[in-house]
T-cell receptor
Framework: KAGVTQTPRYLIKTRGQQVTLSCSPI?????VSWYQQTPGQGLQFLFE???????NKGNFPGRFSGRQFSNSRSEMNVSTLELGDSALYLC????????????????FGAGSRLTVL | GQNIDQPTEMTATEGAIVQINCTYQ??????LFWYQQHAGEAPTFLSY????GLEEKGRFSSFLSRSKGYSYLLLKELQMKDSASYLC?????????????FGKGTKLSVIP
């Protein structure tokens, strides 16, 4: 079956602009999570959605937001971009419902690489 | 909060065995995951430990000691394709069981 699909794969923006990233989870997966990956900080959790509801949110400013649609697809938005927002944004999906485990693992997409100039 | 430590880089020889260590501190341990990430690619799931002991999966094994807050990933019969970053991650009920907290990763280089 198809994996987690993220679009766009690469994008370049300038400071002050906003960006929207899209994620289509594996068919049947109802939980979608977003992570930011940078060389200095590694993977950091942004937020997680299940059945269109945000269940967890990481320690990121309010400029970072997300949503999930009824078909489980998700988008995240970053407004008023800063240079420090340059990163690889990874989306991951899981079956959802219960806690993460060996039977409910995160499957990652290839990511959207954002460069802010 | 959580703190996850793993070595930044390691180098090993093709055909050898390498052990990548991970130490963690959590307020409510729910399980430990190892992921592999090749440069420019998505992280892929390798293993999961929630009870103490060794889990073996082919050339890869993962060990957990909850009392010591310690895990390791053991890679046997190393191949060139094993050159990648290995990410240790913890699920913590205190932070919410639906997210993972990742270490910064160990970049493994396999040399001939």
């Amino acid at each position: 079956k198809a994996g987690v699909t993220q679009t766009p794969r690469y994008l370049i923006k300038t400071r002050g602009q906003q960006v929207t990233l899209s994620c289509s989870p594996i068919s049947g997966h109802r939980s979608v999570s977003w992570y930011q990956q940078t060389p200095g900080q590694g993977l950091q959790f942004l937020f997680e959605y299940f059945s269109e509801t945000q269940r967890n949110k990481g320690n990121f400013p309010g400029r970072f937001s997300g949503r999930q649609f009824s078909n489980s697809r998700s988008e995240m938005n970053v407004s008023t971009l800063e240079l420090g927002d340059s990163a690889l944004y990874l989306c991951a999906s899981s079956l959802g419902g219960g806690r993460l485990s060996g039977a409910n693992v995160l499957t990652f997409g290839a990511g959207s690489r954002l460069t802010v100039l | 909060g959580q703190n996850i430590d793993q070595p930044t880089e390691m180098t090993a020889t093709e055909g050898a065995i390498v052990q990548i260590n991970c130490t963690y501190q959590t307020s409510g341990f729910n399980g430990l995951f190892w992921y592999q990430q090749h440069a420019g690619e998505a992280p892929t799931f390798l293993s999961y430990n929630v009870l103490d002991g060794l889990e073996e999966k082919g050339r890869f094994s993962s060990f957990l000691s909850r009392s010591k807050g310690y895990s390791y990933l053991l890679l046997k019969e190393l191949q060139m394709k094993d050159s990648a970053s290995y990410l240790c991650a913890v699920s913590d009920s205190g932070a919410g069981s639906y997210q993972l907290t990742f270490g910064k990763g160990t970049k493994l280089s396999v040399i001939p």
